[in-house]
């Protein structure tokens, strides 16, 4: 089995930033692809970024895009999201996820880590 830890969440006015920190555990894939996921409150879980297992390819969405970047050390095993310019609206539960490819999807990805809240305040 793969565990998957979030960290760097928290709280931060808007325009400020945050660096979101994933690190697998376990059984892994050598280098699986890894995306970010988030859920607003009162809301459905949501794609943010992904990197494949080589870094060579990345996705975006198209509200994230120019804001964040995501980034991975394979040798540590650890995925990053590097959250610039935060909005209010990107207030969420940030989720990890580790898969066999890099898309959009949820359904994809195989482990989730345990989620990780940032908050944007105005």
């Known amino acids: 089995q793969v565990q998957l830890v979030e960290s760097g969440g928290g709280l931060v006015q808007a325009g400020g930033s945050l660096r979101l920190s994933c690190t697998a555990s376990g059984r892994t894939e050598s280098s699986p692809a890894m995306g970010w996921f988030r859920q607003p409150p009162g809301k459905e879980r949501e794609f943010v970024a992904v990197?494949?297992?080589?870094?060579?390819?990345?996705y975006y969405a198209n509200s994230v895009k120019g804001r964040f970047t995501i980034s991975r050390d394979n040798s540590k095993k650890t995925v990053y999201l590097q959250m610039n310019n935060l909005k209010p609206e990107d207030t969420a539960v940030y989720y990890c996820a580790a898969g066999p490819m890099a898309w959009t999807s949820p359904v994809v990805y195989d482990y989730w880590g345990q989620g990780t809240q940032v908050t944007v305040s105005s």
């Open positions: 990197i494949s297992g080589s870094a060579g390819t990345t």
